[in-house]
């Protein structure tokens, strides 16, 4: 008699333990995916998506470039001789064009069940050359207009100018808007609760 006591108080434990362990695991699991009856889409949720796709919305345009550089002093007009310097400058650079998501405006009509993504204008954010890949050729110096660490300099920002400018009359940044835009939709959908009960609009 004692031992069927014994085995029922054991057995009533053990189902407490595994009721507890379904509890707390059911509590667990609605804590980590919030789940709720009335869920909503709050701004911040938009724009902690959106910080997060900072990378997936930047179009990268890698290119190499070769240019050259002559200068000479000049008197009335006329070149003066043995004052000409030049080199020729051979390089390869990566733009990134995108929009900076940080200043993107979300506005959410709860009522109407929309969301509206406002993005900032394109730009380059950022232009970096690569190293590694610089080389001169066909240096030419002159004692009387000695080429300078400051010729170099002033003619590397305006040679990435020319380049920006190049990329951009190319459609660079055109193209960038239009996967940002893409980019946005595709991140922001991928939320099943935008998907399936918000209009979403990205501009």
């Known amino acids: 008699m004692n031992k069927n006591k014994s085995k029922f108080k054991q057995g009533l434990i053990s189902a407490i333990i595994v009721a507890s362990l379904i509890l707390l695991t059911f509590f667990t699991a609605k804590s980590i995916f919030n789940v709720e009856e009335d869920t909503k889409i709050s701004s911040e949720t938009v724009e902690s998506a959106l910080k997060e796709a900072k990378e997936l919305t930047t179009l990268k345009y890698h290119y190499k470039n070769i240019a050259s550089f002559e200068n000479s002093q000049q008197f009335h007009g006329m070149t003066i001789p043995f004052t ?3 080199f020729l400058y051979t390089y390869e650079g990566e733009i990134h064009a995108g929009v900076d998501l940080d200043q993107a405006k979300v506005n959410i009509n709860q009522e ?3 969301i509206s993504v406002t993005l900032p204008k394109t730009k380059i954010l950022s232009h970096d050359i690569d190293e590694d890949s610089v080389m001169f050729y066909d240096e030419k110096n002159s004692i009387f207009n000695p080429l300078e660490l400051e010729d170099y300099s002033n003619f590397r920002k305006e040679e990435e100018a020319k380049v920006e400018k190049k990329a951009i009359d190319k ?4 193209e960038a ?3 940002t835009l893409k980019a946005v939709k595709e991140i922001l959908l991928l939320n099943p ?3 399936e009960e918000y209009t979403l609009t990205v501009k």
């Open 84 to 86: 000409t310097k030049r």
């Open 112 to 114: 109407a069940k929309s």
């Open 193 to 195: 609760i935008i998907e």
């Open 177 to 179: 808007k239009d996967q």
């Open 171 to 174: 459609g660079l940044l055109k």
